[in-house]
């Protein structure tokens, strides 16, 4: 693969104006480049410092003073990237920032590449492909959980579990090696049938991870949450009442939501992608059928349905579709208008559908708090704790590690239809390609520069 070790630079904080800005070096010449723009108190060159020391001074550009500045000074590999790394702490202005990685390139550096700290990270050995893209779920993560799993998992969570299942694999595989190259002083017999507990304790571990991946993409992506009820049962009111603001226009004109408003919510460490929707029913009204039509699109692939019942109207046909439709769905049913008189016998509605029921009046706000903590029961079955498990939040890791529970199986059915070693060894190495995917250790060079592409500028 690859490697470029000369120097580069970015600004690595937000382009905006702010307390202050930082702009980063890292490659073979970022000292003696600080050398050439900084100028502070003492006559010893930053070269000549001490690693892991800080320097307040000045970035001079010849005799131009561009601002007063705190340098950190980090000598490879004790680095993030592995290599000679210089930040320059500065005043957090959009001109001045500039100006400074400006005069940086004009020493000698070159504007670095989407992600590229974060790649020679990567190609020195400072972290595994996993924990670089850890990197990126920290920076874009919506809610506690995202966070704590994203840096679970830049403590090196998956790569462990990878690092296990492969050794064993590799140990397996050179056995099987060594015995077809020296028949004489190692013998295979009966070893399929050792080797078959093992393959199936494998494929169990693979199995267990990929079962976290349903959970894992709604601790990264967020819950896919539809709240579907007749024309005003309450639906924008309580999606006002959720987001905190009147995002939903509310009247008491039946069919007044015709689309489907968005909106990002995080209720208890929970994210939830929220969508209002139509009120369903039948109705001649063009327009209207089409916003029904697309919240029956929306609930049908949704995580999570809120069903949002009018508790003082009888029950009707509209309700007994949506109750149809939601039946086999993960779902939630709010008896809302608590405040008003109601018709709707909980003990009857039960009857009719097996959901969690919560009396809610959006309008008086109350029953939100009831219905916060039964999300999270549902979904993460209380609190969640990074310490032992691991979640796979990444589509990439997730495909990689079907790819080897199925070579896994071809091993296992090659083992029992008592096919040669070497019929082993095929499907082993397939297995232990595909999990060295998800750490970088069998990658092509176009799909590493396709993942750190997708970085920030300066990480």
Do not use: W
Not at 287 to 302: C, F, R, S, Y
Not at 337 to 342: A, G, I, Q, R, V
Not at 349 to 355: A, C, F, G, V, W
Not at 370 to 385: A, N, P, V
């Amino acid at each position: 693969m690859g490697f470029k070790t000369d120097t580069i630079a970015a600004i690595s904080t937000a382009m905006t104006n702010s307390g202050i800005g930082i702009v980063r070096l890292s490659g073979e010449d970022a000292f003696s480049i600080i050398d050439k723009i900084y100028k502070g108190k003492s006559p010893k060159l930053l070269s000549e410092q001490k690693s892991h020391t800080i320097h307040y001074g000045y970035i001079m550009d010849g005799e131009q003073t561009i601002d007063e500045v705190l340098v950190l000074l980090m000598r490879g590999p004790h680095s993030y990237t592995g290599e000679d790394t210089v930040e320059i702490d500065c005043h957090g202005g959009v001109f001045v920032t500039r100006k400074i990685l400006e005069t940086v390139i004009k020493y000698g550096a070159r504007p670095a590449e989407p992600g590229e700290f974060s790649k020679r990270a990567f190609l020195n050995g400072r972290m595994d492909l996993s924990q670089a893209e850890a990197v990126i779920d920290i920076i874009s993560s919506k809610n506690d959980y995202a966070l704590q799993s994203s840096v679970n998992q830049l403590k090196g969570s998956v790569h462990n579990k990878i690092k296990e299942i492969r050794e064993v694999i590799l140990y397996h595989t050179a056995f099987i090696e060594s015995a077809l190259d020296d028949p004489e002083h190692i013998s295979v017999d009966g070893y399929g049938d050792s080797l078959l507990g093992v393959v199936k304790d494998l494929q169990q571990k693979i199995q267990c991870l990929l079962d976290t991946a349903d959970d894992g993409r709604i601790i990264k992506e967020g819950i896919k949450t539809v709240i579907v009820g007749k024309p005003n049962a309450g639906k924008s009111s309580l999606m006002n009442v959720l987001v905190g603001e009147e995002k939903a226009i509310v009247t008491e004109i039946a069919g007044t939501t015709r689309d489907v408003l968005e909106e990002n919510i995080q209720l208890q460490g929970v994210s939830l992608n929220i969508m209002d929707t139509a009120g369903i029913r039948d109705t001649s009204d063009i327009v209207e059928k089409i916003g029904v039509d697309k919240a029956k699109e929306n609930a049908e692939k949704a995580d999570l349905i809120i069903y949002v019942v009018d508790a003082s109207r009888p029950l009707d046909e509209n309700d007994h579709e949506i109750i149809e439709m939601i039946r086999d769905k993960k779902a939630v049913i709010l008896l809302n208008k608590s405040d008003l008189s109601t018709v709707v016998d909980k003990k009857a509605l039960e009857t009719l559908i097996t959901k969690p029921m919560i009396d809610i009046s959006a309008k008086e706000e109350t029953g939100i708090h009831e219905l916060e903590s039964t999300l999270k029961e549902m979904f993460y079955h209380g609190d969640i704790s990074f310490n032992d498990e691991v979640y796979i939040t990444n589509i990439r890791h997730k495909t990689a590690l079907a790819d080897a529970l199925s070579s896994l199986k071809k091993v296992e059915e090659s083992i029992e239809n008592q096919m040669p070693e070497d019929f082993f060894t095929i499907d082993l190495m397939d297995a232990y390609e595909s999990l060295g995917s998800i750490t970088g250790e069998t990658i092509g060079e176009d799909l590493v520069n396709e993942i750190f592409s997708k970085f920030c500028m300066g990480k």
